[in-house]
């Protein structure tokens, strides 16, 4: 189901009784504030929520990771004590395909990603934002020059 790019102003709670729902889009729907009660869509295996109005709810972290099959998820984060704890969320981190921190004033503290985020994720934009510094983890790869 795409709504992306509509000018719906609340999260459509009619979409909690779609049980079986495996994809939803609400990317572009700058108007919704909030998305409390999406962790009822079990089923959700993607999940688009790029420059969605939100990025400011601090429930949402709680709210994805109880999204047991999610497995690609793009999302715009605003405000540094939701972006740590979504980055300290493995499973979340792991299915982030596409992640957008913005507005992060005044001058934030560092913002690590972890080895696991390096892996899944494609595209990373940092707009407006004030922060200090930014680390990035690397898996240590070896390959052998003697297979067996």
Do not use: A
Not at 20 to 31: D, F, I
Not at 67 to 85: A, F, R, Y
Not at 106 to 111: A, H, L, T, Y
Not at 112 to 122: A, N, Q, V
């Amino acid at each position: 189901l795409s709504l992306s790019r509509t000018r719906i102003k609340l999260f459509p709670v009619g979409l909690l009784k779609l049980k079986k729902l495996k994809y939803l889009n609400l990317e572009y729907t700058q108007m919704v504030q909030h998305i409390c009660g999406i962790s009822g869509l079990w089923h959700l295996r993607v999940l688009r929520l790029f420059v969605s109005g939100f990025k400011e709810d601090p429930c949402v972290v709680g709210e994805l990771r109880l999204l047991e099959n999610l497995e690609t998820l793009t999302i715009t984060l605003g405000l540094v004590s939701v972006v740590k704890q979504f980055l300290g969320n493995e499973k979340l981190v792991k299915c982030t395909r596409v992640l957008r921190i913005e507005n992060l004033t005044p001058r934030s503290s560092e913002i690590s990603f972890g080895t696991c985020t390096m892996d899944s994720l494609r595209e990373l934009y940092l707009d407006n934002s004030d922060i200090s510094e930014i680390k990035l983890e690397r898996r240590e790869t070896s390959l052998s020059l003697f297979p067996n």
